[in-house]
């Protein structure tokens, strides 16, 4: 069973809709967890992370938490054609080494 | 301007070669990784270093070696025991063991090696 595991897509979503990115670890012992955004030829970016069970918001950016059922979801809101990329979901467990997901690719058409 | 360098963006080796990715930060971060990620594939862990002059392995540290003798600087080096070394290869860095959000990685821009 992988570690972090995640839907390897295309997930489209029509301009302005809610896109909906989810993420299933296996460590009960988890407590960090992370998205990054990875376009086409690049390096990750930093998009948001969470601690605590619930919701984070941060913009059109909305992490949500549920460490009983072990998944980490993403929504992003009025979603645009700039948001189409590669999502990467990471996890850890109170060690500075992080455990990534294999990533989900979005498009997102106008 | 703070951040993470990466060069070369493009490295080409030959049969039997060893090469070097260099990686400089001047975010004043402790803790410097380097990962490698392959088409369809998660980032996989080469080398990571908490602190100058230590570092670990990771969880494909075969064929690779590496150096922290400053703590701005993390080297890698790809040598020909590696069977098959083109991948997009990435550094990282974070703040350190004992800070709050030690956890939280940046990443370089990236050099991408390439086998002729």
């Known amino acids: 069973q992988k570690e972090v595991e995640q839907n390897s897509g295309p997930l489209s979503v029509p301009e302005g809709a809610i896109a909906s990115l989810n993420c299933t670890y296996s460590?009960?012992?988890?407590?960090?967890f992370f998205w990054y955004r990875q376009y086409s030829g690049k390096s990750p970016e930093l998009i948001m992370f969470?601690?605590?069970?619930g919701d984070k918001e941060d913009g059109r950016f909305t992490a949500q938490l549920n460490k009983a059922s072990q998944y980490v979801s993403l929504l992003i809101r009025d979603s645009q054609p700039s948001d189409s990329a590669t999502y990467l979901c990471?996890?850890?467990?109170?060690?500075?080494?992080?455990?990534f997901g294999t990533g989900t690719r979005l498009q997102v058409f106008p | 301007d703070g951040g993470i360098t990466q060069s070369p963006k493009y490295l080409f080796r030959k049969e039997g070669q060893n090469v070097t990715l260099s990686c400089e930060q001047n975010?004043?971060?402790?803790?410097m990784y380097w990962y490698r990620q392959d088409p369809g594939q998660g980032l996989r862990l080469i080398y990571y270093?908490?602190?100058?002059?230590?570092?670990q392995k990771g969880d494909i540290a075969e064929g690779y070696s590496v150096s922290r003798e400053k703590k701005e600087s993390f080297p890698l080096t790809v040598t020909s025991a590696q069977k098959n070394p083109t991948a997009f290869y990435l550094c990282?860095?974070?703040?350190?063991?004992?800070?709050?959000?030690?956890?939280?990685?940046?990443f370089g821009p990236g050099t991408r090696l390439l086998v002729l």
């Open positions: 990282a860095s974070s703040i350190g063991q004992d800070r709050t959000g030690f956890e939280t990685q940046y």
């Open positions: 460590d009960r012992g988890s407590q960090s």
């Open positions: 969470i601690y605590s069970n």
């Open positions: 990471a996890v850890s467990g109170n060690t500075d080494k992080l455990i």
């Open positions: 975010l004043n971060h402790d803790a």
């Open positions: 270093s908490q602190i100058v002059n230590d570092f």
